[in-house]
């Protein structure tokens, strides 16, 4: 099993990741619906958020007790939170651009955006996977945001299977507006490339956010893939977008809502652990140590992920070879129903 969640409080958990993966996938509808929708989740809210974090740091730097202990301070300070936070935004903001043609978004030369800022992701991520590795190799060190991580090779092979990611996204430029004008559709962006990416990313928490990840690696990856999969065929990586930015806010905001303390207690009885802490629980945990660690999932997960990418690369040059075709260029996956269902909502 991948997380702790049996006896006395798995109902709890379930309850709460099942209720964030709704939430999720309502928020979602919301968001991409309409303008105004759009306007309040990804314009509004986040100029708050930005003036409530900035306020943040100008208190903690002034020495200021409420922001010194202000949960987003103390656990959500790290710069990967705030560069996910904000990449986040750009592609949800961009993607708004794209589907309303406003400004640039209705230029040929932009097209590839949605390539470009999901790249900028990926590599923020390969990054930190590569950080964990090189901090803590197969012993425990304590993060910014106070999550004992344990690195390894788990670490390497997703990192490897994240830049691989890149270069499986196909057709760079055949980005749409639906027709009513409701999405951003990338139709070469089939399953395919939605299931090597969703095992990548599910790698890529359980390895760096392993306290997030019964929420951030499971529940968020499924909202968008369940949109994408029974009603929005074409548009999953603008639903991937959006949930990503309304789930980090959320997360910056109330880290406690999932939080396990460097100490043992969790701030609430939904908070979920790994199998990387062996006996479910952060006892015998120590700096430079490696008691109670069980690195096998994550290495599991994180060769998969490696695995999978690499056949996905491997079929799409050999798709552009048969075909004679560039793969950033053309679509690759036009036999594909999915992709069919996609075109015909342009």
Known sequence: MLFHVYGDLAVWQWIAMLGVL??????????RKT?????????????????YFVAIQIGAAMGADWALNNQTYLYMNGWFHYAKIYA?????????????GWGIGKQHWFKPFPFVIVAINILIAVASDFETAIKGWYVWHLSPEQVWLYGGWHNVMNGIAGILNIFCMTAWWSVYASKDKTDMLWPDMTWVY???????NFAYTY???PTHSWYCGIALLLAPTIAAVFWNR????QNRANTLAIWCMFAQVFPLFQCTFPDGTAATKWATLPTLYADGTLNGIVEGGSANADPTAMTIVSALALI?????LGYIIYQAKKRHINPYKE????????YKDAVARM
């Open 207 to 209: 390895n760096c956010l």
């Open 22 to 31: 709704l939430g999720l996938i309502l928020l979602n509808e919301f968001a």
């Open 308 to 312: 999978v990418n690499v056949i996905a």
């Open 194 to 200: 939605i299931l090597v990416y969703d095992v990548w």
């Open 331 to 338: 679509d690759v996956f036009v036999n594909q129903k999915y």
């Open 35 to 51: 303008k105004f929708g759009g306007i309040v989740m990804f314009f509004v809210l986040p100029a708050i958020l930005t003036a």
């Open 234 to 237: 074409g548009g999953w990586i």
């Open 88 to 100: 986040a935004l750009a592609g949800c903001i961009g993607f708004m651009m794209i589907k309303y």
